[in-house]
């Protein structure tokens, strides 16, 4: 099964929390090893987004926000997928056949 993350699952990765969530989801659905996870590259632009905006208030520095980035793209049990050519639109028909 096919599960494609939203980016406020990695926000932790950026060091910013998220009210009522566990840092444990993204590993227990690896652990379980039934799972094929994605993210979207939009999550890259809002990870970036977001976290220039914490950096500029002075919340977050940018190594922090690097660093989390670079995480999330060397992460070897999640796949990148690009909404620009359809693999997400695709993805979503064929989970409805």
């Known amino acids: ?3 494609l993350l939203d980016s406020s699952f990695f926000f932790p990765l950026i060091k910013i929390k998220i009210k009522d969530s566990s840092n444990d989801i993204i590993p227990s659905l690896i652990k379980y090893n039934r799972f094929e996870l994605q993210y979207s590259t939009i999550t890259l632009f809002e ?3 977001k976290g ?3 950096i ?5 520095t940018d190594l922090e926000v690097v660093d ?6 060397s992460w070897k049990s999640l796949i990148q997928v690009d909404p ?4 997400i639109q695709m993805g ?3 989970n409805r056949s």
């Not at 989390?68 to 793209?73: E, F, M, R, V």
């Not at 620009?84 to 693999?87: A, I, P, Q, S």
């Open 84 to 87: 620009w050519l359809g693999e």
């Open 47 to 49: 990870l970036s987004a």
């Open 1 to 3: 099964m096919r599960i």
């Open 68 to 73: 989390g980035i670079n995480a999330l793209i």
């Open 92 to 94: 979503s028909t064929y």
């Open 56 to 60: 500029k208030a002075g919340e977050l």
């Open 52 to 54: 220039a905006r914490l």
